[in-house]
């Protein structure tokens, strides 16, 4: 029976992988700094563990007291679009590159066998993104989240070359699920839907639609993290959706989905700002590695977080766009 260590399972991306896992048979034991966990896995082959992974002695611990065949780093300081991360350098390089240091040190010296996936960010890329975005991609620090990150890549790359561990960096792109922080801009898009439905006035304002984004469903990317885990050793992939949006389109499409009218009624704090740009992830390396790419379209997340968050009970039916 695998046992896999989950870093961030109250996260959004670690609650899903626990799900996937525990699917698969897994042991799962699942790692974060609450005192207890955030959702109920239902299944005895879960354990939680209250841990700050930024301490590396206190981590180490944890991967010692196990049998592993997984580790997925999941967790993160992480912030909405705009958030600024030099309050919190510190927790965030102790979250988001220190305890990685370990997981590796610990693979290096004691469990070589040890498969480490690390959930890595489209944010490497700056914006606009223009073109093909792919593993080859040219990737620039814009913030010390992202600078984090290709931190973190580096390591992986170097772990794996040097050393000889398992280790793949996941580029993931935006990711949605009703288990997403709701200051995020998708559950934003989808608190202005629900309010449509229910009172007939949808009623949103963001700082700009003038931006492109690839869109995916939390829920299926984390599955095929499962997926690439126990089916494939590729160094490093990009997850995503395939499927590029501008701000405006994504409004109006979901919008409509929904038979809402009026997406204008969506109010700009800062229409000037532009970040769009034609890109297009290609998912060509995740195909050839699994046989398998998301299928899951906004729509079908916005009804999951329609359905799950606000009771509303809207049949699965992505036709209706």
Known sequence: ??????????????????????????????????????????????????????????????????????????????????????????????????????????????????????????????????????????????????????????????????????????????????????????PQLVRAIASALTTGEPSLQVRTLNFSVDWSAADEIMDIVADLAVMSDVPEVVLGSGQTWTGRAAVDHLFSAFGIAGAGLVQLESPDLDYTGQFRVSLDRLAKAINRVPTKTIVDIATDILNTNYRLQLPPDASRA
């Open 1 to 186: 029976m695998p046992y896999s260590l989950v870093l961030g399972t109250n996260g959004q991306d670690g609650s899903y992988l626990a799900d996937s896992l525990l699917r698969r048979g897994h042991v799962v034991i699942g790692v974060g700094r609450q005192d207890a966990p955030s959702y109920d896995f239902g299944s005895k082959r879960f354990e939680y563990i209250s841990l700050d992974i930024g301490s590396a002695s206190a981590l180490t611990d944890v991967l010692c007291s196990y049998p592993l065949d997984y580790v997925f780093h999941a967790a993160a300081v992480h912030g909405p679009s705009g958030f600024e991360y030099e309050s919190v350098w510190q927790s965030a390089l102790a979250v988001n590159i220190g305890s990685i240091q370990t997981v590796l040190e610990h693979a290096r010296t004691r469990a070589r066998d040890l498969r480490v996936m690390y959930a890595g960010s489209c944010k490497i890329f700056p914006n606009p993104h223009v073109g093909v975005i792919n593993e080859d991609t040219p990737a620039r620090g814009t913030c010390l989240y992202s600078i984090g990150k290709m931190a973190s890549r580096e390591l992986l790359s170097y772990y794996r070359q040097r050393h000889g561990v398992s280790t793949t960096n996941l580029i993931l792109f935006n990711h949605e699920s009703p288990r997403r922080d709701p200051s995020y801009l998708f």
